[in-house]
């Protein structure tokens, strides 16, 4: 599996940014999509996740309420809308794929098989 993240850049606190996340190859078995990021010399972090059946969503407090996560099963396709973005949103946001059956949509890196090369936000004014 593929995973080829877009759409990072530079925004202004309190603005707005969508990154995606197009999957390809073997995604027949796909259960889940999980959103991570990574801040320089921090560890990497979950943000958010949806199954690509029934398109459940799980999301971390720093997330909750500001970000939202959301697929497009026929472009095979997952987004991460990001709402009044802070200087600590600051990080490399990575995608990463789940695989079915037993697959999980959860919080920990290594509940993922496949990752995407990352895309840089930065909030900075």
């Known amino acids: 599996v593929l995973l080829v993240e877009s759409g990072g850049g530079q925004v202004q606190p309190g603005g707005s940014l969508e990154v995606s996340c197009a999957a390809s190859?073997?995604?027949?078995?796909?259960?889940?999509m999980g959103w991570f990021r990574q801040a320089p010399k921090k560890e990497r972090e979950f943000v958010a996740a949806?199954?690509?059946?029934?398109?459940?969503?799980y999301y971390a407090d720093v997330a909750q309420g500001r970000f939202t996560v959301s697929r497009d099963n026929a472009k095979n396709t997952v987004y991460l809308l990001m709402h009044n973005l802070q200087p600590e949103d600051t990080a490399i946001y990575y995608c990463?794929?789940?695989?079915?059956?037993?697959?999980?949509?959860?919080?920990?890196?290594?509940?993922?098989?496949?990752w995407g090369q990352g895309t840089q936000v930065t909030v900075s004014s």
């Open positions: 190859g073997r995604t027949a078995s796909s259960y889940a």
């Open positions: 949806i199954t690509w059946i029934g398109g459940a969503t």
């Open positions: 990463a794929h789940s695989s079915g059956p037993g697959g999980v949509a959860g919080p920990r890196p290594g509940d993922y098989d496949f």
